[in-house]
């Protein structure tokens, strides 16, 4: 068990930084102010090379081993932006900007990357380079495949890639990482149907959309009880249902809105046919039509072996074995590292939290306890798999 005494020295300083950044919240690739912050640190900290702008407004610091550039690149990725949501914590050092929050730790995450990047620009004790990336517009906007896309892996010579996420629930100290998919991936769709619209107390006379569309949510349901292997993951939430205008009215259209959730390639298909499938035959049976917009956002987060092994045994050098689950449960819930694991190899990692809200709530806020678990954790992988 090797938690940094560094870290634990800096904890003061880079909870500093971290509630600095979550009281000036900014939204997917709106980040200006958070990336600039980000790399006026990289750049004190002695990094070789700082660049900004990947991605639109990402940021990548390079930092070479003691022999210099010579080696392979790995790459430490945290994500930048902020949510839209009203924070209710009361904490000191809460958003200042109504209706932004940081409500998933991407605070936390690149402050204990910078912790990590201030030790590592220190110490240098890897054979190789590691490149520290800071992303925008994970939430959405796929800023990863946008840094993807900008070049990011080729120009640095990336041959690697890791990331980490808080997780509330799981003490602090412990991680919780599986090969194979770990998060799933995030489709959603819109359902228009359409019937004929009339007067409520002569529904003969109509074709009602509501009820065609009550019975789509609820044919839906049978993606995953009947259609998908009871062995495979696949969720189908409708979250919207938006229709009508009056008490004696049956409107002319409604229309549903949801998300798809899947592990497989597979599974993602067949679940996009099936529901596509179910919502033009059952709006039919009533006389209705359905037009449906399905589209494909995130894939599949896929944690590749090598990579793993290389997370879970840094974790356990972080914390001691007993404090890694290497085989938890995928979590169903999107993240567009997904693309950087498609472009490399790598694996992603949760992080415990404790005992806080949960992700995405507006009472949520990073636990700066965990702190210097996650730098010594960053630590570790790179020099676990630079090793000289």
């Given at each position: 068990?090797?938690l940094?005494?560094?870290?634990?020295?800096?904890?003061?300083?880079?909870?500093?930084?971290?509630?600095?950044?979550?009281?000036?919240?900014?939204?997917?690739?709106?980040v200006?102010?958070?990336?600039?912050?980000v790399?006026?640190?990289?750049?004190?900290?002695?990094?070789?090379?700082?660049?900004?702008?990947?991605?639109?407004?990402?940021?990548?610091?390079?930092?070479?081993?003691?022999?210099?550039?010579?080696?392979?690149?790995?790459?430490?990725?945290?994500?930048?932006?902020a949510?839209?949501?009203?924070?209710?914590?009361g904490?000191?050092?809460?958003?200042?900007?109504p209706?932004?929050?940081?409500?998933?730790?991407?605070?936390?995450?690149?402050?204990?990357?910078?912790?990590?990047?201030?030790?590592?620009?220190?110490?240098?004790k890897?054979?190789?380079?590691?490149?520290?990336?800071?992303?925008?517009?994970?939430?959405?906007?796929?800023?990863?495949?946008?840094?993807?896309?900008?070049?990011?892996?080729d120009?640095?010579?990336?041959?690697?890639?890791f990331g980490?996420?808080?997780?509330?629930?799981?003490?602090?100290?412990?991680?919780?990482?599986?090969?194979?998919?770990i998060?799933?991936?995030?489709?959603?769709?819109?359902?228009?149907?359409?019937?004929?619209?009339?007067?409520?107390?002569?529904p003969?006379?109509a074709?009602?959309?509501?009820?065609?569309?009550?019975a789509?949510?609820?044919?839906?349901?049978?993606?995953?009880?009947?259609?998908?292997?009871?062995?495979?993951?696949?969720?189908?939430?409708?979250t919207?249902?938006?229709?009508?205008?009056?008490?004696?009215?049956i409107?002319?259209?409604?229309?549903?809105?949801?998300?798809?959730?899947?592990?497989?390639?597979?599974m993602?298909?067949l679940?996009?046919n099936?529901?596509?499938?179910?919502?033009?035959?059952?709006?039919?049976?009533?006389?209705?039509?359905?037009?449906?917009?399905?589209?494909?956002?995130?894939?599949?987060?896929?944690?590749?072996?090598?990579?793993?092994?290389?997370?879970?045994?840094?974790?356990a050098?972080?914390?001691g074995?007993e404090?890694?689950?290497?085989?938890?449960d995928?979590?169903?819930?999107?993240?567009?590292?997904a693309?950087?694991?498609?472009?490399?190899?790598?694996?992603?990692?949760?992080?415990?939290?404790g005992?806080?809200?949960?992700?995405?709530?507006?009472?949520?806020?990073?636990?700066?306890?965990?702190?210097?678990?996650?730098i010594?954790?960053w630590?570790?992988?790179?020099e676990?798999?630079?090793?000289?």
């Amino acid at each position: 068990m090797a938690l940094l005494p560094e870290s634990v020295e800096m904890k003061s300083d880079v909870a500093g930084w971290r509630r600095f950044l979550h009281e000036r919240p900014e939204i997917l690739y709106d980040v200006h102010e958070t990336a600039g912050f980000v790399a006026g640190k990289l750049q004190e900290f002695g990094c070789d090379e700082v660049v900004t702008g990947l991605g639109r407004t990402g940021v990548v610091g390079i930092i070479h081993g003691r022999e210099g550039s010579n080696g392979p690149t790995v790459g430490l990725r945290a994500d930048m932006d902020a949510l839209p949501i009203n924070e209710i914590t009361g904490a000191n050092w809460a958003s200042r900007t109504p209706g932004k929050m940081h409500a998933c730790g991407h605070d936390g995450h690149m402050a204990m990357l910078l912790g990590a990047a201030r030790h590592l620009a220190a110490t240098r004790k890897f054979a190789g380079s590691v490149a520290v990336i800071f992303q925008p517009a994970e939430e959405g906007g796929a800023g990863g495949l946008a840094m993807v896309q900008d070049g990011m892996m080729d120009r640095f010579g990336i041959e690697r890639v890791f990331g980490m996420h808080n997780l509330p629930g799981l003490p602090v100290g412990q991680f919780a990482i599986k090969p194979g998919p770990i998060t799933a991936s995030t489709d959603e769709f819109a359902i228009t149907v359409t019937g004929r619209g009339g007067h409520a107390a002569m529904p003969h006379l109509a074709i009602d959309p509501i009820v065609a569309g009550s019975a789509i949510v609820t044919a839906l349901q049978t993606i995953a009880s009947r259609n998908g292997n009871p062995l495979d993951s696949v969720v189908c939430s409708v979250t919207k249902f938006n229709g009508g205008f009056a008490h004696n009215v049956i409107p002319e259209t409604i229309t549903l809105a949801g998300t798809v959730r899947t592990l497989t390639p597979a599974m993602r298909d067949l679940a996009e046919n099936r529901l596509k499938a179910i919502a033009a035959g059952i709006a039919a049976s009533f006389g209705a039509t359905a037009d449906v917009n399905y589209q494909r956002s995130y894939p599949v987060t896929v944690n590749h072996p090598l990579e793993t092994t290389i997370a879970g045994d840094s974790a356990a050098f972080t914390s001691g074995e007993e404090n890694v689950d290497r085989a938890v449960d995928p979590m169903m819930g999107g993240e567009d590292f997904a693309y950087m694991l498609e472009a490399r190899p790598g694996a992603f990692i949760f992080i415990g939290n404790g005992d806080s809200a949960s992700l995405h709530h507006p009472a949520y806020d990073f636990n700066d306890d965990v702190i210097p678990y996650g730098i010594s954790y960053w630590v570790h992988v790179a020099e676990r798999a630079l090793a000289a």
